[in-house]
């Protein structure tokens, strides 16, 4: 199966056990702004909130909060841990569940996946960036060891610029998973309360 043929089946499994929560395939944060850069995510998971304002975030607050979707979280959260194995001893720091699920108040979306397979390494560190900065969670699916490898030394590497104080980006709402770790986590029955 092709990342874009697992991101095919993503979908829909996603939508069936989301329920009031839409699910976007190839979503588009700023659609229509001919002036701005538009990123597009692989997947997203709404609400969406792509007017000016009012923002989303007490109703972010209060999904993140839901049992199915916390619980769905904190798996995401648990082997993203595990994945970063003893990377975070170097530089990456994990903070706490409740922190990352309550870091970017700004979101575009509740949840931002990108599904990376070959791509390089500077268009892995925009899919970071861009999945850390439109979801108040962003997930980084790994469809292989070569690209978990390169989640990890990419965390590492911005763990590293920010404890030399310098310049750098925040992707502690950034959480990365396996390719069949996650379609374990999306096809269990997230609408049980």
Known sequence: MTATEYQDYLTPTMIENF?????????????????????????????FNVAP??????????????????????EIYNLHIENIGDEWLNEVRIPEFERIIEKNQNARCLIAIEIENSSTKKHIMGSMVNAASL?????????????????RRMLNYMGFLKRVEKNT???TNFLI??????EDIVTKNLDEE
């Open 53 to 74: 304002s009012p923002n989303r975030t007490e109703e972010y607050n209060q999904i993140v909060r839901r049992d199915n979707i916390s619980e769905f979280l904190r």
């Open 177 to 182: 998973v396996t390719k069949d770790q996650f």
């Open 19 to 47: 329920g009031d929560l839409e699910v976007q395939s190839e979503w588009r944060a700023f659609q229509g702004l001919p002036y701005q850069y538009c990123p597009r995510v692989d997947i997203a998971v709404g609400p």
């Open 135 to 151: 979801g108040r969670i962003g997930i980084g699916i790994a469809y292989n060891e070569s690209v978990l490898r390169t989640f």
């Open 169 to 171: 980006y925040d992707t």
